[in-house]
């Protein structure tokens, strides 16, 4: 199966810094990638799609200067958090579309983002 | 507005059947999907239904009523590592492929 990986798996941050997370489709190509946050005991929440070389098309309450993300490539899409503050601490996941898959989203580990 | 409804907590007990219901109401359509997340896991991909009825794999099956909204999950055999949480979601109608997804059911599975 179509396999997606996150790095980093999880971060400290202090306050005030700007962390990035790459998800990578390793063995496909992906058209399409989601990025979301979930928070303990809750369900996925969508924050942005990302389309190879265009921006990303961030969801109603979606802060897009805050949450950079940047699908350089059809294997890569970067999620920046910047100038992190302690309520964004969370679980943020990543999923990938492949052209040949279209009805399955692809989820990556996951990365746990904790900010002093 | 979007709302995807399941409920919040179910308990079952080792080789016992469990139905996990999911209502839905979305400003478009375009397939139901089941997953599956273990704590601090990714979900994986369980089921898809986009027409009317029963889909089956395996110990796991999907119903989809598109006219009331409605999905089940039905878990057969339960096993002790079912316990889990199960997550509906709702594709938007289009070409962005979003989907949205339920508040989610945690499953606790008993000896």
């Known amino acids: 199966g179509a396999v997606v990986s996150q790095h980093p798996s999880r971060v400290i941050c202090k306050s005030g810094t700007s962390v990035k997370i790459e998800c990578r489709s390793l063995?496909?190509?992906?058209?399409?990638m989601f990025w979301y946050r979930q928070f303990p005991k809750k369900s996925l929440m969508l924050m942005a799609t990302s389309n190879e070389g265009s921006k990303a098309t961030y969801e109603q309450g979606v802060e897009k200067d805050k949450f950079l993300i940047n699908h350089a490539s059809l294997t890569l899409s970067t999620l920046t958090v910047t100038s992190a503050h302690p309520e964004d601490s969370s679980f943020y996941i990543c999923?990938?579309?492949?052209?040949?898959?279209?009805?399955?989203?692809?989820f990556g580990p996951g990365t746990r983002l904790t900010v002093l | 507005g979007q709302n995807i409804d399941q409920p919040t907590e179910m308990t079952a007990t080792e080789g016992a059947i469990v139905q996990i219901n999911c209502t839905y109401q979305t400003s478009g359509f375009n397939g139901l999907f089941w997953y599956q997340q273990h704590a601090g896991e990714a979900p994986t991909f369980l089921s898809y239904n986009v027409l009317d009825g029963l889909e089956e794999k395996g110990r796991f099956s999907s119903f989809l009523s598109r006219s009331k909204g409605y999905s089940y999950l039905l878990l057969k055999e339960l096993q002790m590592k079912d316990s889990a949480s199960y997550l509906c979601a709702v594709r938007d109608r289009g070409n962005t492929d979003k989907l949205i997804f339920g508040t989610g059911t945690r499953l606790q599975v008993f000896p």
């Open positions: 063995d496909f190509q992906a058209t399409t």
């Open positions: 999923s990938a579309i492949s052209g040949r898959t279209p009805n399955e989203q692809f």
